[in-house]
């Protein structure tokens, strides 16, 4: 895997899931519950085991190729940062844009789940500056 840092990868997978646990709970949590429609019961109800489990999972795929992108390039250089958040602004951003554009979901939500993303991925990147790809 173009020799790409175990340690890197589990814990840029780790920042971004801890990313997520800040901006999904204190940080945009009542806003987004709200633009979701969702209640507090309702979430309760969830299976929080299967959905945190499968999304550091899915954490772990996307350090796991980014680890694999930035191995490939300079490590520990304001580049890795910028190719990390280059990923979630000119792939992810759109992505969920035009997903929710025709789903009809708020601006708000919109700016919510993007900025998430951006925020995941430059965590990953930061991880990945300090401990290399």
């Known amino acids: 895997m173009a020799n790409a840092n175990l340690l890197a990868i589990l814990v840029a997978a780790a920042a971004g899931f801890l990313v ?3 901006w999904y709970g204190p940080i945009f949590g009542k806003i987004w519950m ?5 209640t507090e019961e309702e979430l309760k109800k969830a299976n929080m085991l299967k959905i945190y489990g499968l999304t550091f999972a899915f954490s772990v795929l996307s350090a796991v190729f980014l680890g694999h992108l930035l191995a490939f390039f300079d490590t520990n250089t304001r580049a890795t940062l910028m190719i990390s958040t280059g990923i979630a602004l000119g792939y992810i951003v759109p992505a969920i844009g035009t997903n ?10 919109f700016a919510i789940d993007a900025g998430y ?17």
Do not use: I, P, T
């Not at 929710?100 to 939500?109: T, W």
């Open 20 to 22: 997520g646990g800040l």
């Open 117 to 133: 993303w951006v925020v995941f991925y430059a965590a990953m990147g930061l991880v990945f500056v300090f401990l290399g790809s």
């Open 100 to 109: 929710y554009l025709f789903a009809r979901k708020s601006g708000k939500l």
């Open 34 to 38: 709200a633009e979701n429609g969702f």
